[in-house]
């Protein structure tokens, strides 16, 4: 597929004293959006690296404005960021079923790889070589963070001199995260009471930086460049692009999406309590992950301990070391890794039997898809019904300075999920004597080694996993490791 856009081009409202904007058929579209779901790794941080690198700098299908515009109305949301920004801009570009058909195609590969690597886990327990391949797999997830906290934080954040404040806010907010335990909710409220503040005393950095100004400005310079002859196609969602009729909001619209959404939920739902009762394995896996997916913010790492403690400790799906497993296949397989909670459902349906001892598998993979499903529902219907509201917004300051500094305070957070991950990388589980020894200098060179294709020679991110699981095989193998 072809990096550039189709040279096809809207003829309404371009005059000639504008470049036309390309736009992008629906297949290549759905070609994207498949694809992208097979190659979704590194968490959220690293799912909106790929789609900002693809969607912004190569493929020109949106601003780096309006990206970052969706993404802080994302950030807001509870449950999962990348997934509803995918489903934003799908909806953005092709109505109703193009933001369906970008959530839903970030999710199935995900949910279908899982289903098979739960069965294999419950099937046949451990395996050597595979410990091998996810040894050197979380290295590179860990690079794929850093290298989305440099391109997010260098884009947002600019100099310090330029943007001290919003460099404040993305310190406080990784100090709050990572050593004081801040919940996430108020980090982003804090950040946004720091934006509205800030442009209310006239502060310019909650004008420019984040790409949250009026798009007049920026669209005069993609013309001049243009003219000049410089090599970039325009973006098919430019800066100064109108919002187009689908997305402008209509009340008749909101309450039938809501309609529809409340019977989406309503009728399997139903279904579950007519057959298993209220009391159902299958009926309380999605009661419970409905209010996981309402109550939750901050994204995966916020919901797990929800999810531990009902999943492991309130109805016994699963075990607490099963658990850990099952997010070890989430940060290491595509899609959100919030897609945890296929695997808890697979481990619930297996032991519960919720088909019979004669289909452990078929009951194990629906609980797998019903929990799926009420998971991520709200997704789609918190981006369809609130979409044309926050296009409403944009380019308007008193609403998108907060959403600067949301994006400032987001910087730090992944930057919080990055020493995380490298924390949990360094220390060898279960290793005795000096601090030394408990130290894994393998698995921390292969951090930097990840990070320096990926920053520094700009190699591909599947590549790059790709790479780092080999280097964990032949390390687990040659027993270096």
Same mark, same amino acid.
């Given at each position: 597929?072809?990096?550039?856009?189709?040279?096809?081009?809207?003829?309404?409202?371009?005059?000639?004293?504008?470049?036309?904007?390309?736009?992008?058929?629906?297949?290549?579209?759905?070609?994207?959006?498949?694809?992208?779901?097979?190659?979704?790794?590194?968490?959220?941080?690293?799912?909106?690296?790929?789609?900002?690198?693809?969607?912004?700098?190569?493929?020109?299908?949106?601003?780096?404005?309006?990206?970052?515009?969706?993404?802080?109305?994302?950030?807001?949301?509870?449950?999962?960021?990348?997934?509803?920004?995918?489903?934003?801009?799908?909806?953005?570009?092709?109505?109703?079923?193009?933001?369906?058909?970008?959530?839903?195609?970030?999710?199935?590969?995900?949910?279908?790889?899982?289903?098979?690597?739960?069965?294999?886990?419950?099937?046949?327990?451990?395996?050597?070589?595979?410990?091998?391949?996810?040894?050197?797999?979380?290295?590179?997830?860990?690079?794929?963070?850093?290298?989305?906290?440099?391109?997010?934080?260098?884009?947002?954040?600019?100099?310090?001199?330029?943007?001290?404040?919003?460099?404040?806010?993305?310190?406080?907010?990784?100090?709050?995260?990572?050593?004081?335990?801040?919940?996430?909710?108020?980090?982003?409220?804090?950040?946004?009471?720091?934006?509205?503040?800030?442009?209310?005393?006239?502060?310019?950095?909650?004008?420019?930086?984040?790409?949250?100004?009026?798009?007049?400005?920026?669209?005069?310079?993609?013309?001049?460049?243009?003219?000049?002859?410089?090599?970039?196609?325009?973006?098919?969602?430019?800066?100064?692009?109108?919002?187009?009729?689908?997305?402008?909001?209509?009340?008749?619209?909101? $309450? /039938?999406?809501? !309609?529809?959404?409340? +019977? &989406?939920? *309503?009728?399997?739902?139903? #279904?579950? =309590?007519?057959?298993?009762?209220?009391?159902?394995?299958?009926?309380?896996?999605?009661?419970?992950?409905?209010?996981?997916?309402?109550?939750?913010?901050?994204?995966?790492?916020?919901?797990?301990?929800?999810?531990?403690?009902?999943?492991?400790?309130?109805?016994?799906?699963?075990?607490?070391?099963?658990?850990?497993?099952?997010?070890?296949?989430?940060?290491?397989?595509?899609?959100?890794?919030?897609?945890?909670?296929?695997?808890?459902?697979?481990?619930?349906?297996? $032991? /519960?039997?919720? !088909?019979?001892?004669? +289909? &452990?598998? *078929?009951?194990?993979?629906? #609980?797998? =898809?019903?929990?799926?499903?009420?998971?991520?529902?709200?997704?789609?219907?918190?981006?369809?019904?609130?979409?044309?509201?926050?296009?409403?917004?944009?380019?308007?300051?008193?609403?998108?300075?907060?959403?600067?500094?949301?994006?400032?305070?987001?910087?730090?957070?992944?930057?919080?999920?990055?020493?995380?991950?490298?924390?949990?990388?360094?220390?060898?589980?279960?290793?005795?004597?000096?601090?030394?020894?408990?130290?894994?200098?393998?698995?921390?060179?292969?951090?930097?080694?990840?990070?320096?294709?990926?920053?520094?020679?700009?190699?591909?991110?599947?590549?790059?996993?790709?790479?780092?699981?080999?280097?964990?095989?032949?390390?687990?193998?040659?027993?270096?490791?």
């Amino acid at each position: 597929m072809s990096a550039r856009p189709s040279s096809k081009t809207i003829a309404a409202g371009v005059t000639s004293s504008q470049q036309a904007a390309p736009v992008v058929s629906f297949f290549d579209a759905f070609k994207f959006w498949l694809r992208l779901g097979f190659i979704s790794f590194g968490g959220p941080a690293g799912q909106i690296a790929i789609m900002h690198r693809e969607l912004v700098e190569e493929k020109r299908w949106i601003s780096e404005k309006r990206f970052l515009h969706a993404l802080n109305y994302c950030m807001l949301l509870p449950g999962p960021e990348a997934q509803q920004l995918a489903t934003y801009i799908g909806w953005l570009m092709h109505r109703t079923w193009g933001g369906v058909v970008a959530g839903g195609l970030f999710v199935l590969p995900s949910l279908f790889i899982l289903i098979g690597l739960s069965w294999i886990y419950v099937a046949f327990g451990s395996v050597p070589w595979v410990a091998g391949l996810l040894y050197g797999i979380k290295p590179a997830v860990a690079a794929i963070v850093l290298q989305a906290v440099h391109r997010i934080g260098s884009r947002t954040l600019k100099k310090p001199s330029t943007a001290p404040v919003l460099w404040a806010v993305a310190a406080i907010s990784f100090v709050a995260i990572a050593f004081l335990d801040v919940p996430f909710p108020w980090v982003v409220l804090a950040a946004a009471l720091t934006g509205w503040l800030g442009q209310r005393w006239g502060l310019r950095q909650f004008g420019h930086a984040g790409g949250h100004t009026a798009g007049g400005n920026a669209g005069r310079q993609q013309a001049r460049a243009a003219q000049a002859g410089q090599d970039h196609a325009p973006f098919v969602i430019g800066d100064a692009t109108p919002t187009p009729p689908h997305a402008r909001f209509r009340k008749s619209r909101l $309450a /039938k999406v809501l !309609l529809i959404g409340a +019977a &989406l939920w *309503l009728l399997p739902m139903g #279904a579950l =309590v007519a057959w298993q009762g209220w009391g159902g394995a299958l009926t309380q896996m999605g009661w419970f992950f409905t209010k996981a997916a309402l109550l939750t913010f901050g994204g995966a790492y916020a919901v797990l301990p929800y999810v531990y403690q009902g999943g492991v400790e309130q109805f016994g799906w699963l075990t607490g070391p099963q658990m850990m497993d099952g997010l070890a296949l989430g940060e290491t397989t595509p899609g959100p890794l919030i897609m945890v909670v296929a695997f808890v459902g697979f481990l619930g349906g297996w $032991a /519960k039997q919720v !088909l019979g001892p004669d +289909a &452990l598998f *078929l009951g194990a993979a629906l #609980a797998a =898809v019903v929990v799926t499903w009420f998971t991520f529902l709200p997704s789609f219907l918190f981006i369809l019904a609130g979409g044309p509201l926050v296009e409403s917004t944009h380019g308007k300051l008193h609403f998108t300075a907060p959403l600067t500094a949301i994006t400032a305070a987001v910087v730090g957070v992944i930057a919080s999920l990055a020493l995380f991950f490298i924390v949990h990388i360094a220390y060898r589980t279960g290793a005795a004597g000096t601090f030394a020894s408990k130290i894994d200098f393998v698995a921390l060179a292969l951090v930097a080694l990840a990070a320096l294709a990926l920053l520094r020679y700009k190699l591909g991110v599947i590549p790059v996993i790709a790479a780092c699981a080999l280097a964990g095989l032949a390390v687990r193998l040659t027993g270096l490791g």
